[in-house]
Nanobody, 126 residues
Framework: QVQLVESGGGLVQAGGSLRLSCTAS????????LGWFRQAPGREREFVAA????????IYADSVKARFAISRDNAKNTMYLQMNSLKPEDTAAYYC???????????????????WGQGTQVVVSS
C-alpha cells in the first residue's frame, strides 16, 4: 500500500494559478488509480479530478473542467493538479487519494479510494 503526501498549497489571488503535488512512497504506485478531492469548511468532501493507472484517462468535476489539469509521472511516484483561473469558491483543503485496482478507468466515487494524504490548504482571495 502506498503512503501519500500532498504539497503546493497556499494563498493566491483570484485568477491565479497553483500546482499541487502528491508524492507516494512504495513500489506499486503505477498499480493505483489516483484522485484529487477537496473539502471546504462545513461542507462534505467532494470529487475534483481522477486519473487512471497509465495516466491516459482523466475525468473532472464540472466545476473545475477546463481550469484544472490532473497528471501523473509514474517514474517519479508523483501526481499533479495544475489549477488555473482560480476562484474564491476553490478555497478548500485538497486531498490526494489512491486505490489499488486492475480497472482501467478512473473513478469519481470517493468510497473507491482506500488511501489518503493529509491534505494541503488552498486559499483563493477575491
Amino acid at each position: 500500500q502506498v503512503q501519500l503526501v500532498e504539497s503546493g498549497g497556499g494563498l493566491v489571488q483570484a485568477g491565479g494559478s497553483l500546482r499541487l503535488s502528491c508524492t507516494a512512497s512504495g513500489q506499486t504506485f503505477s498499480a493505483h488509480g489516483l484522485g484529487w478531492f477537496r473539502q471546504a469548511p462545513g461542507r462534505e468532501r467532494e470529487f475534483v479530478a481522477a486519473i487512471n493507472r497509465s495516466g491516459r484517462s482523466t475525468i473532472y468535476a464540472d466545476s473545475v473542467k477546463a481550469r484544472f489539469a490532473i497528471s501523473r509521472d509514474n517514474a517519479k511516484n508523483t501526481m499533479y493538479l495544475q489549477m488555473n483561473s482560480l476562484k474564491p469558491e476553490d478555497t478548500a483543503a485538497y486531498y490526494c487519494a489512491a486505490r489499488k485496482t486492475s480497472y482501467i478507468m478512473p473513478t469519481s466515487e470517493i468510497q473507491s479510494y482506500d488511501t489518503w494524504g493529509q491534505g494541503t490548504q488552498v486559499v483563493v482571495s477575491s
